[in-house]
């Protein structure tokens, strides 16, 4: 993935990152088990796969989602952003759950700032409205609570402060 033009390095990799960031908070707020936690990962990859079409003129989106179906620069890619967002994990010197949401959280305020500087109203609506699909997929595609895939809750209340605390970010 390259980065557009009139971003730094460091603004660039805020952005990039932040669609993972949302969904790792949303997957980490409630325990969902093995099947539950698989659920929520892929809740994230689909998102992506699904922005590529449902924002198909949005440049800012459509540079973070892997434009190609060659397996080499696709792997590529997602080495590029596995190490994009293990090194913003580090930088966050983190050690809970609820330690990760109050900086993703604040990453997300800096690069709403960022880019409302730097794009036009319709590019940063969408990028939000993205990130909010993110963290509702996966807060519905796991079940919270169930045992061996029995009761639970599919949007548990843990997981609905936290995609309201996003809306609040996102503002």
Not at 135 to 144: H, I, L, P, R, Y
């Amino acid at each position: 993935m390259s980065k557009l033009k009139q971003y730094s390095e460091e603004e660039w990799n805020k952005i990039a990152v932040l669609p993972q960031l949302v969904g790792a908070i949303v997957a980490g707020v409630e325990q969902s088990g093995l099947v539950g936690s698989t659920k929520e990962m892929m809740a994230t990859a689909k998102s992506f796969l699904e922005a590529k079409e449902k924002y198909p003129n949005n440049i800012l989106i459509q540079t973070i989602i892997p434009q190609t179906k060659e397996v080499d620069v696709v792997l590529e890619d997602v080495t590029d952003e596995q190490t994009r967002f293990k090194n913003r994990l580090k930088a966050y010197e983190v050690k809970t759950n609820e330690e990760l949401i109050v900086n993703v959280l604040a990453d997300c305020k800096s690069t709403m700032l960022v880019l409302k500087e730097k794009e036009s109203e319709a590019t940063v609506a969408e990028y939000k409205s993205w990130l909010l699909d993110i963290a509702q997929s996966v807060a519905k595609s796991g079940t919270e609570g169930d045992f061996l895939g029995f009761g639970g809750v599919k949007f548990s209340d843990k997981e609905k402060e936290v995609v309201e605390a996003l809306k609040e970010a996102l503002s």
